[in-house]
């Protein structure tokens, strides 16, 4: 049980559409608890066309310390900020913001740290595996510079939105040339798999990868939460790879995303 809260409790907004799937509010006010600090993560679903009035809105309040934001506002999430730090000027994109002391916002873009630590995690590692990440959004474009930055040795990209993935590509082949190329739904020769889109959290989504052709060598990742064992990644366990679940990403973010809001930077 997440222990009682009073007026005097500061309250971090976490913004989603949809929200119901997010760990943030359990998780991550636990780890505040045991820090000895008195802040709760709040879950609220708002949808694209309210989310900057709810941004603005939530600056109103004094005890808002902080915001999160998921699928799909991180892009939203940064174009609100008025300071941000590296990562997430690169990204365009942010899932954290912390007020500063003269009341605005700073940013962050945390999702790909946490996601190179799930992978450590589970015993593995970024460093030379050869990757296929499906989806270009805030998440997939932070987790693909990390592995690189970690020492992946190549990135392939897929995503529907071809415009989408090209100006990612670009993007990332600026920091990392020689490193990235466009993907498609085939994971054949890849080492390394990671989901970073919705599909697969409701029933009847469309399959990320084409199923029939991971091999039980590969680490398989997906980002999603809810269900934590997604159709991807029940395939995957069941040919022998190694998983990587959405919970695993956010349990390595955990310690991240506290002292983010704590003021301590990764």
């Given at each position: ?167 990612l590509l670009a993007k990332i082949e600026a920091a ?91």
């Amino acid at each position: 049980m997440i222990r009682n809260y009073s007026g005097a409790t500061r309250i971090i907004p976490i913004v989603g559409d949809p929200i119901a799937q997010v760990k943030a509010p359990r998780g991550l006010s636990l780890a505040f608890e045991q820090r000895g600090e008195d802040i709760l993560v709040v879950p609220f679903h708002i949808k694209p066309g309210d989310v900057q009035a709810f941004f603005q809105t939530m600056s109103r309040a004094p005890n808002v310390g902080g915001m999160l934001a998921t699928v799909p506002h991180k892009f939203a999430a940064f174009q609100f900020t008025a300071t941000s730090s590296s990562r997430a000027q690169f990204f365009l994109s942010a899932n954290a913001l912390r007020r500063t002391g003269d009341g605005r916002w700073y940013g962050d873009m945390l999702d790909g740290l946490g996601y190179v630590r799930a992978i450590e995690k589970i015993g593995a590692t970024a460093r030379d595996q050869k990757v296929l990440l499906v989806g270009a959004g805030g998440a997939g474009s932070a987790i693909g510079v990390e592995l690189l930055n970690a020492g992946a040795a190549h990135l392939a990209v897929h995503d529907a939105d071809t415009s989408r993935r090209d100006a990612l590509l670009a993007k990332i082949e600026a920091a990392h040339p020689g490193k990235t190329s466009r993907g498609t739904a085939d994971p054949t020769g890849f080492t390394l798999v990671v989901n970073a889109t919705p599909m697969g959290m409701k029933a009847g989504d469309p399959a990320p990868v084409e199923f029939d052709r991971l091999a039980p060598g590969m680490i398989v990742g997906d980002v999603i939460t809810v269900p934590e064992i997604t159709p991807l990644l029940q395939h995957a366990k069941s040919l022998g790879c190694r998983i990587v679940t959405g919970v695993d990403m956010f349990n390595a973010s955990t310690d991240l995303l506290a002292d983010f809001f704590l003021g301590v930077d990764s």
